[in-house]
């Protein structure tokens, strides 16, 4: 990384035809969406090479905090907006008050504009829509002695989302006694029931579609969306809305702190134009996204999609998230 940066530092010195400014994006939006807006932007912009690496939402989170001293990433896009809340809170981002601020509904975005929620991202169960006829109806089911041996789950440790569904039902149970003990006890008959534990989003989709058993999951709704629906191989997902409700968070960007750096206004140009309304508006169609801005139509698949959301305190979760992935790990790991 730092030997393609020094060549483009170099290039640019010389003033040759090939002179281009890069912005780094940390992402976990993953590789067909990343390639798309990629193309789109230099498209407009062949003065700037967009460089992205796509890795799970908490990994973009460890690799700003592991570069604290000395930053490499310009731009962190997507993951839920508590662990940006984190970042800013690290003074890990930079302020930027978006184009279109005014269409952000309130709590979608830091105050200081440090990071804005672009997407929604509700969590819900799935499972093989060929082989389960009568899945979990709610979170609480996962845990039941029915499902043992069925339950597949994405590495809590690495993803965002499921940190984000995990979370949610510690602090429903925190907000009922102040204590972790309903959270534990689920994540407890979780691990009683689990089928594997999938390192990555690649691992997880294989292990659905490879399924003989009926296996289930938790996992984020515009995945399983785009996964059944729009990728190739597409993966046998159906899902279901938990009765007691679906965690809802916002999807975040932001700028990551120059430190010593210098400015690179290319950098707000790239959040500027993933976020902008008709490419917004392009991913949400394409890429099965809720968007949180309030001046965009619905997109023509969202007329079928029926949602509960789950009462969650995000600032709760934030609080308590370190204690309780310690907790929740424990268990997994047994």
Known sequence: ???LAAMSALTACDGGPQAKTRVLVYSAHGK???EEVEKAFEATRPDVDVVWQDMGADACFDRLRGERESPQADVWWGGPAFRFAQAAQADLLEPHRPAWAAVAPEGTHDREWRWAGQFVMPQVIAF???LVKDPPKDWADLASAAWKGRVVLRDPSQSGGMKAAFGAVFARGFAKDGTSAEGVAWVRGLAANKHSIAPNPAKLFDTIRRDGTGVVTIWNLTDILYQSEVADPPVPFGWICPASGAPMFPDAIAL?????RPANPAAADFY??????????GLAEKHRRFLVRTDAPKPSWAARIELTPMAVDWDVVAAHLDEWQKLWEDELAK
């Open 1 to 3: 990384m730092l030997a």
């Open 256 to 260: 990551v702190a120059r430190g010593s």
């Open 128 to 130: 093989h829509r060929d």
């Open 32 to 34: 067909d969406l990343l």
């Open 272 to 281: 500027e134009f993933a976020t902008s309304a008709d490419v917004s508006r």
